[in-house]
């Protein structure tokens, strides 16, 4: 079993960075397929990006390809979604989740979720 627990959004205006973290408790993190999934209002889930437990193997969607990186540290049992040169469109609620199929871009290949942060991007 994974707990998952979001931080780090906020309000920030285009161009600016952010980076989110989600602090994970329980023995199969050091075993599972981090993602990132975002979902803004009236729209479906969408993946962002995932990262492999050991080899830190990582992909992206292509719309935040260049901008966002996933990473993780396994030690600290903690996964960060860094985002830059962050656009009103990237507005939504950003969740993360772990799982055991890599890369992982729909939401029914993660068993666990957190409950999201809100990240919100003026233009």
């Known amino acids: 079993q994974v707990q998952l627990v979001e931080s780090g959004g906020g309000l920030v205006q285009t161009g600016d960075s952010l980076r989110l973290s989600c602090a994970a408790s329980?023995?199969?993190?050091?075993?599972?397929?981090m993602g990132w999934f975002r979902q803004a209002p009236g729209k479906e889930r969408e993946f962002v990006a995932s990262?492999?437990?050991?080899?830190?193997?990582?992909y992206y969607a292509d719309s935040v390809k260049g901008r966002f990186t996933i990473s993780r540290d396994n030690a600290k049992t903690t996964s960060y979604l860094q985002m830059n040169s962050l656009k009103p469109e990237d507005t939504a609620v950003y969740s993360c989740?772990?799982?055991?199929?890599?890369?992982?871009?729909?939401?029914?290949?993660?068993?666990?979720w957190g409950q999201g942060t809100q990240v919100t991007v003026s233009s």
């Open positions: 989740a772990a799982g055991y199929n890599f890369p992982g871009t729909t939401p029914n290949r993660y068993d666990y």
């Open positions: 329980g023995r199969a993190f050091g075993t599972s397929v």
């Open positions: 990262i492999t437990s050991k080899s830190g193997r990582t």
